[in-house]
Nanobody, 115 residues
Framework: QVQLVESGGGLVQAGGSLRLACAAS????????MGWYRQAPGKQRELVAR???????NYGDSVKGRFTISRDNFKLTVYLQMNSLKPEDTAVYYC?????????WGQGTQVTVSS
C-alpha cells in the first residue's frame, strides 16, 4: 500500500512558476515509477511527467522544456517544477505511483493559470 499526498498547487499568472510536491509513504526505491498527471474539465487524464526508479524521465509533449520532474529519496518526495505556465496548464494535477503492477493515486491538487 502506498499513500501519496500532493501539495503546492494554487493560482498563478501566465508566465509564472509553481512547484508541486508529492510525498510518498514508502521508500521511492521500492516504487517502479512515479509521475504527475493532470485532468482538465471535460478532458481525459494525461501524462505530464514521469520518473522511473532508475531515474529515467519522460514528459508530455505540451510541457517539454517548461516542466521538470525530480525526486528527493531522503524526503520520499517527487517534485514537479513548472515554469512558463500557460492558461492551458490549468487542471487538477495528480501524483501517481506504480508498485508491483498496481497504480496508486494522490487526491490531486488544483493548478489555475490566469491569462
Amino acid at each position: 500500500q502506498v499513500q501519496l499526498v500532493e501539495s503546492g498547487g494554487g493560482l498563478v499568472q501566465a508566465g509564472g512558476s509553481l512547484r508541486l510536491a508529492c510525498a510518498a509513504s514508502v521508500s521511492l526505491n521500492s516504487i517502479d515509477a512515479m509521475g504527475w498527471y493532470r485532468q482538465a474539465p471535460g478532458k481525459q487524464r494525461e501524462l505530464v511527467a514521469r520518473i522511473t526508479r532508475g531515474g529515467s524521465t519522460n514528459y508530455g509533449d505540451s510541457v517539454k522544456g517548461r516542466f521538470t520532474i525530480s525526486r528527493d529519496n531522503f524526503k520520499l518526495t517527487v517534485y514537479l517544477q513548472m515554469n512558463s505556465l500557460k492558461p492551458e496548464d490549468t487542471a487538477v494535477y495528480y501524483c501517481g505511483a506504480t508498485l508491483w503492477l498496481r497504480d496508486y493515486w494522490g487526491q490531486g491538487t488544483q493548478v489555475t493559470v490566469s491569462s
